[in-house]
């Protein structure tokens, strides 16, 4: 089993990011990477169970899952159905918890999965410097950091 864990202080308050990520299919309001997304069968994107299907700028296609949401942790986990990556197994979990000095956001994003051996570096440092880091540094930009 890889894992893969990024962490990132973005300068906005919890309740305030978690708005703007919340929402399922909305990754390509504020992921870099993202160029379209849909939930499939038409269910609400905060329905766990429900799939979004996205499109990357790259041209690659990636099958999510919603687990579980908590407005409450401000967090969610979703599993990879389908992905160019060569993931299996991979669950992940986005969270943001509320930093009271100065009103800002800790935000970790961390992930498991299995992978061929040799690809295990490359796809460390694709997820965590790339999908994760990435997202974290456009919130950044948007919020403050």
Known sequence: ???VYTSSVIGAPADQVWAAIRDFNGLPSWHPA???SRIEGGAPADQVGCVRAFRLKDGGFIREKLLALSDYDFACTYSILESP????NYIATLKLSPITDGGRTFAEWSAEFDCAPERADELTDLIGNGVFQGGFDAL??????
């Open 1 to 3: 089993m890889t894992e």
């Open 34 to 36: 993202i160029a379209e």
């Open 85 to 88: 990556m060569g993931v299996e």
């Open 140 to 145: 950044k930009g948007r919020f403050g950091g």
